[in-house]
Structures are given as C-alpha cells and as structure tokens.
Nanobody, 114 residues
Framework: QVLLVESGGDLVQAGGSLTLSCTAS??????????MAWYRQAPGKPRELVAE???????NYLDSVKGRFTMSRDNAKLLALLQMNSLKFEDTGVYYC??????WGKGTLVTVSS
C-alpha cells in the first residue's frame, strides 16, 4: 500500500514563503516512474491541481501560481517538494500530495493571512 505523507503547512503572512514536502513509502524504482502532483482545496471549493512533475522532470502549474510556486522532486529521497513564494490569501487551503493520479496523502494546511 502506498503511503504519502505531507508536511510543511503553516500559518504565514501574505508575501511570505513555505516549502511543502511529500514523502512516499515506495521503492525508488517505483517513485521515479510516477508523476507526482500537488493539489489544494480551499474551503467551499473543489480540489484543484496546483502543480505536477513528470518522470523526466517536466512541470506544469496552475496559472495563478506560475512564477511563484516551484515543484521539484528528489527520487533518491522519495520526496516531492513545492516551494511557494509570494503567498497570497487565496493560496489558503489544504494541500494534498498525489502520485500517479491514484494515491493521495491526508493533506497539510496552508493558511495565508492577509
């Protein structure tokens, strides 16, 4: 069974930065062959894709976070990271790690105060 654990969520002022981490309980072989993604869900809104990184390191971002968020991965450490800069109030939500569109973590809460 795949276990994804997120960390790094916190309360931060607008304009601040956070780095979210996701660790996976799979082999390096399997991790390196899976697309990883970060989703978020704000109160009262549907879950949305924030960023994803493919096996070759290509990334895609939600338009509203382009230029502010950077997703990366460290296959040797089984890590997927989301560096978030210039945070805005509307970035508030629970951030979920996703693997291969099938597996989900329990989420980590990011709260941005305006």
């Amino acid at each position: 069974q795949v276990l994804l654990v997120e960390s790094g969520g916190d309360l931060v002022q607008a304009g601040g930065s956070l780095t979210l981490s996701c660790t996976a309980s799979v082999s390096i072989f399997n991790f390196s062959r899976k697309t990883m993604a970060w989703y978020r869900q704000a109160p009262g809104k549907p879950r949305e894709l924030v960023a994803e990184i493919t096996t070759d390191g290509s990334t895609n971002y939600l338009d509203s976070v382009k230029g502010r968020f950077t997703m990366s991965r460290d296959n040797a450490k089984l890590l997927a990271l989301l560096q978030m800069n210039s945070l805005k109030f509307e970035d508030t939500g629970v951030y979920y790690c996703n693997m291969a569109s099938n597996y989900w973590g329990k989420g980590t809460l990011v709260t941005v105060s305006s």
